[in-house]
């Protein structure tokens, strides 16, 4: 601590001690806020979602697995993919071109239930926002 310093907490009339834990507080607070912000985009393993669609309806996820199937529709410049992450697959709509089958990808997006795409029922799938992570 330079001489500065401790003039400045001697005229508050505070301790450096008090100032230090003070410090110690906020920096803590700012941690709690991010562990929050990134708990609700925490990645899901697919058997979740599929247990309990209800409880995952309109949630933004995480998931990560394999292409094991995939479903285009070249005229609309649409398509949807199967992802499997060895707990179960998921139909899910990438927000670009529709990956290959065999490829690894990791999205976020919302689950949604019920969805019909051109004459298919896919019951649940998940839609990827733009806010991917890689």
């Given at each position: 601590m330079?001489?500065?310093?401790?003039?400045v907490n001697?005229i508050?009339?505070?301790p450096?001690?008090?100032?230090?834990?003070?410090?110690?507080?906020?920096?803590?607070?700012?941690?709690?806020?991010i562990?929050f912000?990134?708990?609700?985009t925490?990645?899901?393993?697919?058997?979740?979602i599929k247990e309990e669609p209800?409880r995952?309806?309109?949630?933004?996820v995480?998931?990560?697995?394999?292409?094991?199937?995939?479903f285009?529709?070249p005229?609309?410049?649409?398509?949807?993919?199967?992802?499997?992450?060895g707990?179960?697959e998921i139909?899910?709509?990438?927000r670009?071109?529709?990956?290959?089958k065999g490829?690894k990808?990791r999205l976020m997006?919302?689950v949604?239930?019920?969805?019909?795409?051109?004459?298919?029922?896919?019951g649940?799938?998940?839609?990827?926002?733009d806010?991917e992570?890689k």
């Amino acid at each position: 601590m330079n001489s500065f310093t401790k003039d400045v907490n001697l005229i508050k009339g505070e301790p450096a001690i008090m100032n230090a834990k003070r410090n110690s507080t906020a920096i803590a607070c700012v941690l709690i806020i991010i562990a929050f912000a990134c708990a609700g985009t925490s990645r899901v393993h697919i058997r979740s979602i599929k247990e309990e669609p209800g409880r995952y309806s309109d949630q933004r996820v995480a998931v990560q697995g394999k292409v094991v199937e995939t479903f285009a529709l070249p005229f609309l410049g649409q398509g949807l993919c199967k992802v499997s992450d060895g707990t179960g697959e998921i139909w899910v709509k990438p927000r670009g071109r529709v990956p290959f089958k065999g490829d690894k990808i990791r999205l976020m997006g919302k689950v949604k239930v019920g969805l019909t795409f051109g004459d298919k029922s896919f019951g649940v799938i998940i839609v990827e926002d733009d806010e991917e992570e890689k």
